[in-house]
């Protein structure tokens, strides 16, 4: 009697369109909430009620033997109910990759990108941080498969 649980519903939309034999266009819209409660009777407000969207679109190229990718998405967060002020916890932002995958030796493929994130959320001046944050990051990786 005294659980409660997340009740997540959402619409999802899809594209995948090859635009030449070595180019392909990617893209997903996504909208939708989550609400999480335990509600007595005759409540008006859950605890906490998010609506999110989110939508992306991916170019990649293969160049040689491996592939160029870039991807620019946006994102936002509305906040709801009684354990939530919307106004310091509801997020929008956006975001930018560009990414390399280069097979290097038989099992060995080489990965580099880079990663650019802005992004506003009130709730940060809690944590003594600024609301709008910009980060960008630089990551390689090496994968092994066989």
Known sequence: RLQWGWRTRFWNFGLVADLGP???FV???????TI????PPGATEHWVH???RSAFGLLSQQVGKGALSGRLEWFDTKEHGSRMTAADESEEGWAATAA???PLW???TGFLEVLHVDSTRAARLRAGDPAKEVQTVLQAALRLRW
Do not use: D, E, N, Y
């Not at 893209?27 to 909430?33: K, P, V």
């Not at 999480?36 to 509600?39: G, I």
């Open 22 to 24: 070595r180019t392909r």
């Open 27 to 33: 893209s997903q819209a996504m909208t939708g909430s």
């Open 36 to 39: 999480m409660s335990l509600v």
């Open 50 to 52: 998010t609506r999110f």
């Open 100 to 102: 390399l995958r280069w």
């Open 106 to 108: 038989k099992h060995f």
